[in-house]
């Protein structure tokens, strides 16, 4: 059968960050305020592993805050509609992906992105997992709303938080931020809690971290196949899981102009600002499989376009296209490396304020 093609969509095949933009459009000194709580997810899911916390609750997190400033549906949907920013060349890579797999995205996404996604380019929304959520169906007091807008402006006031190197425990954070860290908590998980407006938290699941490993699962389950042919492409900490699922049964895992978790998790790391390159790996990998793949990989010197199988006419639209990619094997000793250029490269792509962003 075909191969399975499974990738994030906001950083792989679009610029956009689109939760950090509604934020950003619909709360005062929202970048600041959004930045702040996810940098706090990094720290719950990657530092703590906090039980029962996914990475990317960030979406989740900012729910009653933007319900509080009366945000709808509608607006969630027109807003993403007329802000859809692809990666160059997604189109044309997406379209000969068609050719030689069954295509899948998995994303952290609200459903109003990627539904509004879909209909720009044409792709099967029932091919996607995102994140359901209706704010119009979410009840909100007065005095919820009141509360909600003076700590949208103390968490917007806080200084960024700085996670350090290998830190594992509050203790490992200066002191500042151990107050930082504890305010937040208070905020999230005593005062937000207790409030109706709270069962947010419960009440809707989050696709990433270990859900997006679950939807890979259930994508195999549903087409019967096996992770052998299956690739995953992903950019940041909500793949983490994705991108060592797929590695561990070996499959291909790909990193995207990723950031840290993205790199350190993936077989082969790609910085470029054009799609075509992520759909010759693709033409390769489900040609000839993954250890032919980091073979042919292995050295970035254009070797192997001496094969015959390869779409040669593929392979020179990538060379055509926004400047050489950059394609990697990720491995102990050049994995630090990469991490800085592809960390670098991901703000100019994306911009630094999302770039940045965990």
Not at 162 to 178: E, G, H, R, V
Not at 209 to 224: F, M, P, Q, R, Y
Not at 248 to 259: C, T
Not at 281 to 305: C, H, N, P, Q
Request: glycine share 6%; net charge negative.
């Amino acid at each position: 059968m075909k191969g399975v093609f499974i990738s994030d969509c906001e950083g792989p095949i679009s610029k956009n960050d689109n939760a950090y933009e509604l934020v950003a459009k619909f709360i005062p000194n929202g970048e600041r305020f959004f930045s702040n709580i996810s940098k706090y997810d990094d720290v719950l899911a990657d530092v703590f592993k906090k039980t029962g916390y996914t990475a990317g609750n960030t979406l989740k997190l900012i729910l009653p805050f933007l319900k509080a400033y009366d945000v709808t549906d509608k607006q969630m949907e027109d807003f993403s509609a007329d802000n859809i920013l692809l990666i160059s060349d997604t189109q044309s890579s997406l379209k000969h992906i068609k050719s030689i797999a069954e295509r899948y995205i998995v994303s952290t996404s609200y459903e109003h992105y990627i539904k509004a996604f879909c209909r720009a380019i044409n792709f099967p929304y029932e091919n996607t997992y995102c994140t359901k959520v209706s704010l119009d169906s979410i009840s909100m007091t007065v005095q919820e709303r009141d509360i909600l807008c003076e700590r949208a402006r103390e968490i917007s006031q806080m200084s960024p938080i700085t996670i350090p190197a290998d830190a594992k425990s509050l203790s490992d954070f200066n002191s500042n931020d151990q107050t930082l860290i504890g305010r937040l908590g208070e905020i999230f998980w005593c005062e937000l809690t207790q409030m109706p407006v709270g069962e947010i938290f419960s009440n809707v699941v989050v696709v990433g971290g270990a859900h997006k490993a679950w939807s890979i699962c259930d994508v195999v389950k549903h087409l019967k196949t096996s992770f052998e042919n299956v690739m995953y492409v992903g950019d940041s900490i909500t793949d983490v899981e994705a991108l060592r699922l797929v590695r561990e049964r070996n499959g291909l895992a790909v990193s995207f102009n990723g950031n840290n978790y993205a790199v350190k998790n993936a077989d082969i790391a790609v910085i470029s600002e054009s799609n075509i390159v992520t759909a010759v790996i693709a033409d390769v990998f489900y040609r000839f499989g993954r250890a032919k793949t980091l073979e042919m990989f292995e050295a970035w010197d254009g070797s192997f376009l001496d094969i015959d199988e390869i779409d040669l006419e593929l392979v020179k639209q990538m060379f055509r296209s926004n400047g050489e990619p950059k394609v990697q094997i990720v491995t102990s000793e050049n994995m630090n490396t990469l991490v800085t250029e592809s960390s670098e490269f991901r703000k100019k792509v994306r911009g630094v304020a999302i770039g940045r962003l965990g």
